[in-house]
Structures are given as structure tokens and as C-alpha cells.
């Protein structure tokens, strides 16, 4: 909360910091996904002042916050005549011609045991398909414009969907990468890769996960996956301390 005299912010010994009686994980929440949102609003003006459009690709969607995020600031533009739209009225309008969901719909894989994070066990971030429409539904979107693409990224990413994609020429203007586990990082990376295109932003949401070393998690999988993609990445912008987005740029 921001205050118009010193120290100009109120600081938490104050009796006033949660005064809407939240608790500290949900005051954490907010103060994070605050952060989130900011990096959304100039990640799809960015998008809308270089014309470039394509899909919206989310891989981990549990609860449906982030991919809301894309969703209605999408349609929040197209419908102020700041954008002109790819998606007819009745769709919701919108920039992104499609918006597509990547998720196991089960939690995280079988096998999962992490120690240094011991709440990376099988089933948790569990949210199921129709809890995640119905929450779409809640936050006020369109689930008419979702594609769910269902299973556990090992599944589910196979040459089949990747010639469903081919054959309809779909490209990526903005893909998020929110699955926390080293194996869906590297998964995930290497499949996205062929649909993206020139001047995609590409965010990696657990990039400082795992204490930020490089031979874990997220940032393991990205090292690797830069020293073999067919493009070159440029850092963007970072979202609080966890996340990091990237522009994709032709390889020189």
C-alpha cells in the first residue's frame, strides 16, 4: 500500500498492513500475483504495438489465474478498440486466435519426489478439467475459445499433436511455462519449439525455482534446451523473483 507521506509505503509493523484481513499466504499471493499481472498488461501491449499475433500457449494451469490474466486482457483490448481483433464478437473477441490449455488435469506425474521442495509429490497443483472451465466460467471467460490438450507432457506432447498443429499452421505469440519439474520444463521446451515464431515471448514462470542454480529444475532444462533450439533468446522482462520471460529471435 502506498502512502503519500514518509516513508511513502506502509510497512508491515503497521496494524493497518493486512487491513482487509487476509492472511499472510493470501497477502503473499496478491503481492505476487500483483507482479504477475503488471508483466501480462505490457507482454500483450508489447504484442499488440509489433502486430503479432497467434496462440496463447499455457502448459500448467492450475487455477486458471494466469490463463485468465491472457484471457481477459486480451479481450479488454480488442473490446476498447485497441486492438482489432482476430476472434468475432461472438467468440469474445480478442488478439490471440487461440488459447490453448496444456495440462495433466491430475497434478504433478507419478514417480514426482523432490527433496529440496517436499511438496512436489504425485497429485499436487491437482485442479481437474471442468474445475478449471467451471473457473473460467467464474472469472468471467468464454471457455468457448479454450483447446485443452490433456495428459502429462511425456503423454501428451507426441507427434500426433504435433501434426495436428502443422497441418493448421498454428504459431505461438505468447506461451507460458509453469510446471515446476525439471522433466516438464525439458518436455515442454523441446516440443513448443517449432511453434514459435519470431518475436514470441516465451515466460518461464519457476525460472528461479530450485535456489536459481543451474543444474536444477527450470533452469537446467533452459540451459539445456537454448544449447539445441533453433532460435536465439533475448532477456525480456522479469516478473518478481521468480520468473523470467525471453523474445524469440532468428538464430544469426
Known amino acids: ?71 481477459s486482457l486480451d479481450c479488454f483490448y480488442a473490446k476498447h478498440g485497441l486492438t482489432q481483433g482476430l476472434l468475432s464478437e461472438k467468440e469474445g473477441g480478442g488478439y490471440f486466435d487461440e488459447y490453448v490449455a496444456f495440462d495433466s488435469f491430475e497434478g504433478f506425474p507419478p514417480g514426482t519426489h523432490v527433496a529440496e521442495h517436499p511438496i512436489y509429490v504425485p497429485g499436487h497443483v491437482r485442479t481437474g478439467e471442468d474445475e478449471f472451465l467451471q473457473l473460467l466460467k467464474q472469472f468471467g471467460q468464454n471457455t468457448d475459445r479454450v483447446r485443452i490438450i490433456r495428459g502429462f507432457f511425456s503423454d501428451s506432447l507426441n507427434e500426433e499433436l504435433t501434426s495436428s498443429f502443422r497441418s493448421k499452421n498454428l504459431k505461438a505469440s505468447f506461451v507460458t511455462v509453469d510446471c515446476n519439474l525439471y522433466e516438464s520444463y525439458r518436455d515442454v521446451l523441446a516440443w513448443v519449439d517449432e511453434f514459435l515464431q519470431p518475436g514470441s515471448i516465451l515466460y518461464l514462470d519457476d525460472f528461479n525455482t530450485f535456489r536459481g542454480q543451474q543444474d536444477m529444475g527450470p533452469r537446467r532444462a533452459w540451459l539445456e534446451h537454448c544449447s539445441r533450439s533453433s532460435w536465439e533468446f533475448e532477456r525480456f522482462l522479469d516478473v518478481g523473483w521468480c520468473g523470467r520471460s525471453f523474445l524469440v529471435q532468428r538464430r544469426r
Open 1 to 71: 500500500m502506498k502512502m503519500s507521506t514518509e516513508p511513502y509505503f506502509l510497512p508491515a509493523t503497521d496494524s493497518r498492513f493486512l487491513d482487509f484481513g487476509e492472511s499472510a499466504i493470501a497477502n503473499n499471493q496478491y503481492f505476487r500475483q500483483s507482479q504477475k499481472y503488471e508483466f501480462f498488461r505490457n507482454a500483450i501491449d508489447y504484442l499488440i504495438g509489433n502486430d503479432l499475433s497467434g496462440a496463447y500457449f499455457e502448459f500448467g494451469v492450475h487455477r486458471a489465474r494466469t490463463f485468465t490474466m491472457a484471457m
